[in-house]
Each structure stands twice: as C-alpha cells, then as structure tokens.
C-alpha cells in the first residue's frame, strides 16, 4: 500500500467508500513535506491544489497578521481549487509537517473516474462552506447599524386582493428556468438531460414587489433559483431595523444554508420594489433525489454560490469596519486580517 492511500484511508469523510477504490485514487494524490517555516501558498497566487494536513500545524495569514490555523485531518485550500479563485490568504507551515495534495487537473480525473469519492469530498466542502458564510452573517448582524425597517409578513388589503384578480397578477405563465440555470458557472456547458433533470427537481412560485420569499427565522429545509426579476437579502440586526446584504439577479441561488445546515433562515430574501418576481425552489427530498451529473454538478453550483456569498460578506464586514466607505485593497486586506474566527483558506 502507497502511503497516499494510508493517508486518504485515516479520513473520516472517506469512511464509507471502498477501500480497493479509494487505493486506486490515491494514485492521483501526492504527499508534500514542509519545514518549519516554509511557505505552502501565497496570498493571490491562483488556485492551482488543495489537500488535507496529515501531521503538524499550518497558520494562514494575511498581511504578516496570523487569522487562524490548519491541524491534522483538517481540509485546506478547497474553496479556491474548486470555484477557479486566487488565494485569499498565504498559508505556512508552523513546525515540520505533511500534507496530501491533489492537484486541479487531477481533481477533474477523479469527478471522472471515481465520482464515489469527489462526491464525498465535495459534501464535506458544502457543509463546511456553508457554515463559514452562517458565522460571517452572524458577524455582520452585530457590527451592522441597519440601513431600513426590517421586512415583515403583511396580508393583502381586500384593495390589492382586487386588483390581482382584476389584472391576474401571479396568474402568468412562470418564466423559465433555463436561462438562470445558463448563468450558472458549472451550468453554462452542461447537457440538455441535466437541465431537464435539475428542472424537474424545481417547483416555481411568483413573488408580487415588495413581499417576502421567506423571513429570517422562517423554517426552512429549500434552496431558491432567481429566474426573473430582483431579490433583496436583508438581516434583521437591531430591533426593527434591517442590513442590507445584497440585491440579486436572475441566476442568483440563495437559501442555501438552510438547505445543507438544516437551520432557520438566517436572513429575508425579499422581492425588490421595482420588479415581480419568478423563483424556483428545491426542497431537501429532491436535492437529495439527483443523482450522477445532475446531482454533482448541482452541487458544484451551490458551491460557487457560496464562495461568492463568502466573498460579499468579506467585503461588507470590511465597510463596516471602516464605518461604511469603500475600502482601498491594503485596507481590505489589513482589516480582514483583523475579523477574529475568520479562515482566509
């Protein structure tokens, strides 16, 4: 046995795959070994690998200032080898150390060849994304003053009842869901036969201007699809007043903490003032229906829209921090060094 299989094969997330299959895949896996003080990646460079630490400790840091640490059985530069992004942050080794590796090229070979285990690998990246961005939000929601009244839940006036039913207002043919799905990263190349397949998967819903999609604390268990029109994310942050985190736009996702962390809305998704709205939601049950490339590749798409969520928040809590204005990029990168917790990976 190789030691890249040892490794692999001391992974919990690798626990239920086949120990002949995993073996053969570690033959696309390399070990790298590092002296104390040995840098691993530098802050901007591209993405190019991403692995897991095997023994000894790595810090990541950004602009000299140490953000966190990276120990053994830990993942580590997976956002940016999966979403095509630069570094974040630099990554270096704090006393000799391990760690298995595979590179970008290599991780297309095993989606390819042992879709088994790049599945594995990338639920654990979903879950472990979505609990950065669920911690992030948490972070601007006390730093944040509110920037409008928070959304609330309002019935219809028997006024406006009328005026739907008289113009048929939310009674339209729903707009398709194809060319959101196009807008997607992963999505823009892939088969009619997906498409029809994560199609199949969606329900579709109006939302009239100005009403909620969902309310921050709502149960939730659904990932949403912007097809048509504007969506405005906004957190509830002190008493009656709200943060506003973001304006979306078709090919937007959104909700998708509550779907792979199984908790309440962390914020309202609100259809803006100046445009009705198409969604199209997908529960649990059919998230977990897809399978093969349908449901790889939709995962892969909630990865990237997580990774850009990760970012938006990066550069709210930075605004913040300099009482609102834009920041100049040293500025960026000094006070995201300082936001305690945070993983620059």
Aim: include cysteine; charge should be positive.
């Amino acid at each position: 046995m190789n030691k890249e299989f040892l490794y692999l094969n001391l992974l919990p997330l690798f626990g239920d795959c086949s120990k002949k299959r995993l073996e053969s895949a570690s033959l696309l896996w390399d070990v790298k070994q590092l002296m104390s003080g040995e840098t691993l990646w530098w802050q901007g460079e591209p993405a190019t690998e991403f692995g897991f630490v095997v023994s000894g400790r790595f810090q990541v840091h950004i602009v000299q200032k140490v953000i966190g640490e990276v120990r053994s059985g830990e993942m580590i530069g997976e956002s940016g080898a999966f979403c095509d992004d630069q570094r974040t942050a630099s990554v270096s080794a704090m006393e000799n150390a391990e760690i298995i590796v595979i590179s970008k090229s290599n991780l297309g070979l095993l989606r390819n060849t042992h879709p088994e285990i790049y599945d594995a690998i990338l639920d654990y990246c979903l879950d472990s994304s979505a609990k950065r961005v669920h911690e992030m939000g948490m972070k601007i929601a006390k730093m944040a003053k509110g920037d409008q009244n928070a959304p609330r839940r309002v019935e219809d006036s028997a006024l406006s009842k009328w005026i739907k039913r008289l113009t048929g207002a939310g009674n339209q043919q729903p707009a398709s869901p194809l060319p959101a799905l196009r807008k997607l990263p992963k999505l823009k190349k892939a088969s009619e036969e997906t498409l029809e397949a994560i199609t199949k998967a969606m329900t579709p819903h109006y939302a009239a201007r100005g009403k909620p999609v969902f309310l921050q604390g709502d149960p939730g268990d659904s990932v949403f699809l912007l097809a048509e029109g504007c969506v405005d994310v906004i957190r509830n942050v002190k008493g009656d007043r709200g943060e506003r985190l973001a304006s979306l736009y078709p090919g937007a996702l959104f909700g998708t903490g509550s779907l792979l962390l199984k908790k309440r809305r962390n914020a309202a998704c609100v259809a803006s003032e100046g445009a009705d709205c198409w969604i199209y939601e997908m529960d649990r049950k059919s998230h977990d229906s897809l399978k093969d490339e349908p449901g790889r590749i939709w995962k892969e798409s909630l990865l990237n829209a997580l990774s850009s969520q990760l970012r938006n928040a990066d550069d709210r809590l930075v605004q913040l921090m300099l009482g609102g204005s834009r920041p100049k990029q040293s500025d960026y990168d000094s006070i995201r060094a300082g936001l305690e917790g945070y993983q620059g990976k």
